[in-house]
Every structure is written in structure tokens, then in C-alpha cells.
């Protein structure tokens, strides 16, 4: 997160429009920002309106964070269960800007959930590139 251009992004966007934002990460991945943080998914899940995972970058790290892939998924991943036990709004809506790592960052049945509005932010995160390029490059 801590290197995200996605994550980064966002977080400015989403305080210019006043949402209240907490992360959610080991602390080694943390940007410096004065935002509340968590490294507990539950605490996070509980808290959100809007979840928002990224892709585990661990090509961005230099010493791994967790021994394995599945050690990071069972600390992080956004879970059905997860969802089920600690959601406090069970309407919650589940975003990631892609690409995804299935049952690493999300678990597969989550996606597949109607709360999941992943396919249609990729959608419109490439129309809104689109339409930026087209503005940059047209007099």
C-alpha cells in the first residue's frame, strides 16, 4: 500500500470528497499518513462501508512480509466469513482496481457476491483512462 499508486490516489481523492478512511495492512506496507490504521481485517471490515482491496504487490518488497502467499490471504483476505461475523453494514460494497489474485486478496465467492462491484470499476477505471488520453491528446 505503502508504494500504491492506486492506494495513494485514492486516499487523496476520497478525503477531497470527506469520506472517513481507514487502512488496512501489516505496518511494513503502511504509507505515512495521519489516517486511522489497522492490521486487523476484522476491525476493518467492521468499520467499512466500502472495502477496498489491492493486489498484493510482492514483487515491490524486498524481504517477505509473511512465509507464504496463504499466510498473507489468512491474515488479509476479504472473506464471506469474514464479511458474515464482523460486517456491521451487511449491504458493504467490495471494490478492487484489478488485477485480482483470487483467495489472496479476495476469496472467489466474494467476487462472485452481489456485493462486489469489482467488474464495473475495472470497467470504468479504462473508460476513464480512455477518456483522459483522449483529452490530453486532442487540441
Given at each position: 500500500?505503502?508504494?500504491?499508486?492506486v492506494a495513494n490516489s485514492n486516499i487523496k481523492l476520497l478525503q477531497r470528497l470527506?469520506?472517513?478512511?481507514?487502512?488496512?495492512?501489516?505496518?511494513?506496507?503502511?504509507?505515512?499518513v495521519s489516517l486511522k490504521t489497522t492490521h486487523n481485517i476484522e476491525e476493518?471490515?467492521?468499520?467499512?462501508?466500502?472495502?477496498?482491496?489491492?493486489?498484493?504487490?510482492?514483487?515491490?518488497?524486498?524481504?517477505p512480509i509473511f512465509a507464504s502467499l496463504k499466510d498473507y490471504?489468512?491474515?488479509?483476505?476479504?472473506?464471506?466469513?469474514?464479511?458474515?461475523?464482523?460486517?456491521?453494514?451487511?449491504?458493504?460494497?467490495?471494490l478492487h482496481p484489478g488485477p485480482v489474485h483470487r483467495d489472496i486478496d479476495i476469496e472467489s465467492a466474494v467476487l462472485e457476491d452481489k456485493r462486489s462491484k469489482v467488474l464495473e470499476q475495472?470497467?470504468?477505471?479504462?473508460?476513464?483512462?480512455?477518456?483522459?488520453?483522449?483529452?490530453?491528446?486532442?487540441?
Amino acid at each position: 500500500m505503502k508504494n500504491s499508486r492506486v492506494a495513494n490516489s485514492n486516499i487523496k481523492l476520497l478525503q477531497r470528497l470527506g469520506l472517513e478512511i481507514m487502512l488496512c495492512a501489516p505496518s511494513s506496507m503502511l504509507p505515512s499518513v495521519s489516517l486511522k490504521t489497522t492490521h486487523n481485517i476484522e476491525e476493518a471490515i467492521a468499520f467499512a462501508d466500502i472495502l477496498m482491496s489491492l493486489r498484493t504487490q510482492t514483487e515491490r518488497h524486498n524481504t517477505p512480509i509473511f512465509a507464504s502467499l496463504k499466510d498473507y490471504a489468512n491474515a488479509y483476505c476479504i472473506t464471506q466469513k469474514r464479511l458474515e461475523d464482523h460486517a456491521k453494514n451487511k449491504e458493504v460494497i467490495i471494490l478492487h482496481p484489478g488485477p485480482v489474485h483470487r483467495d489472496i486478496d479476495i476469496e472467489s465467492a466474494v467476487l462472485e457476491d452481489k456485493r462486489s462491484k469489482v467488474l464495473e470499476q475495472v470497467k470504468n477505471g479504462v473508460a476513464m483512462r480512455m477518456a483522459v488520453l483522449e483529452f490530453l491528446l486532442i487540441d
